[in-house]
Structure formats: C-alpha cells, structure tokens
C-alpha cells in the first residue's frame, strides 16, 4: 500500500474545539494518553493452566481480587469481572501482545482475547481535586479510606460508562471512554474542573 493509503490514527479528541482549554494546574490537570493498547481478556480465573498461559505472555497472572490491578512494566491487567479482564499495553504493544496470547490460550475452553483499542480512550486526571472533580459526577465512594490505588472500577462519570482506574495517591486517574462519547466527557471535566482553574 503507497504510504498516501495508508491508513492514520486519529484521536477521537482531535476535533474538540475547547481541548486547548484542559486544565493544567497542580489542582487539576487533564490531558488524552491517546493510542493507549486496550485487549479484552476472557477465561476461567480458576484455571491454573490459563492463568499460566497470560503470565507467560504478559509477565503476570491476571488478577483475581475485584476491582484490583496487576503491572508489569509498560502492561497492566485491570479486573473487570469473574472471567474479564482488560489488558492495557504502550501505543502498539497490544498487536504482538494480543497474537501471543491467542496462541497460548487455543486449546483453552473460554479463553478470547479480543482487541478493543479503537473503541476507547483514555483520560489522565490528577492533581490535589481530581478526586473532588470526579465526585461532581460518579457515585461510587473514592475517599481514599475506599478507593485507593491500583483500584479500579466501572461506573457511570455524569452521562458516560467509564473504567476508572487510580494510578496513584496524588491521586491521578485514568479515566476510559468510548471513543464516541470522549467529546463529551472531556468537554464535562474541562467544565467541572472550572472553580480549581479559574481565578477571580
């Protein structure tokens, strides 16, 4: 294919007029990690040969405890339910890491690994009133006695399905969306972030 065809990644930010308007303060900072690998990963959390067959591809087991996330260097699999997990890999990773992993769990019953990099993005909240922020439109209890890091959870951010996944105790977040709600959302945290970035 002529490099004129081929094909270009485009974020579902890209087009938002107010993205220059992010917050960036030690108060609240918003910005896209765009790009970001995302592979759904299904199987049976209480097979040791399946658990060993992503360990094997990624450098560590899934995690089993709900609501909880694993790392290993530039991957992370984060607990979605009983039998699903998301793998979060570095722009790019997620192809090799994706093929692998179909070859080590072929002979397993239930096991799919399916790429879903397109249909989300991610946002980076952080900042002393990220938490403060999020609390304008989630319901779930992320006072640090509750949601801590490495904890993740789905829930609804104002009209949005999101993953949200604390990363540190800053505390600073990543934040996934479906790409066709992204304007959207990002268009919310920029307006719910206002009080901690305007002056006056």
């Known amino acids: 294919m002529a490099d004129a065809e081929m094909l270009t990644a485009r974020s579902p930010l890209a087009g938002v007029a107010n993205?220059?308007?992010?917050?960036?303060?030690?108060?609240?900072?918003?910005?896209?990690?765009?790009?970001v690998g995302k592979l759904i990963l299904r199987g049976d959390s209480g097979d040791k040969a399946f658990l060993s067959a992503?360990?094997?591809?990624?450098?560590m087991e899934p995690p089993t405890t709900p609501?909880?996330?694993?790392?290993?260097?530039?991957?992370a699999i984060l607990w979605l339910g009983p039998d699903e997990?998301?793998?979060i890999t570095a722009p790019g990773a997620?192809?090799?890491?994706?093929?692998?992993?179909?070859?080590?769990l072929s002979n397993l019953r239930g096991a799919a690994?399916?790429?879903?990099?397109?249909?989300?993005?991610?946002?980076r909240l952080t900042g002393s009133e990220a938490r403060t922020v999020l609390e304008k439109g989630c319901a779930i209890d992320l006072h640090p006695r509750a949601f801590t890091p490495g904890?993740?959870?789905r829930t609804a951010l104002a009209l949005c399905d999101v993953t949200l996944w604390q990363r540190d105790d800053t505390p600073g977040y990543a934040?996934?969306?479906?790409?066709?709600?992204?304007?959207?959302?990002?268009?919310?945290?920029?307006d719910a972030s206002l009080e901690f970035t305007t002056s006056g």
């Open 54 to 59: 992503v360990s094997g591809v990624t450098g």
């Open 85 to 87: 997990w998301w793998i």
């Open 113 to 123: 690994v399916t790429d879903q990099t397109d249909a989300f993005t991610t946002l």
């Open 151 to 153: 904890k993740v959870v």
């Open 175 to 190: 934040i996934f969306v479906r790409s066709s709600f992204a304007p959207y959302a990002w268009t919310w945290l920029v």
């Open 19 to 35: 993205q220059g308007d992010a917050p960036a303060s030690d108060a609240v900072s918003l910005s896209e990690m765009p790009f």
């Open 94 to 104: 997620e192809f090799d890491i994706a093929d692998k992993l179909r070859t080590a």
């Open 67 to 75: 609501n909880t996330a694993s790392e290993a260097g530039e991957t």
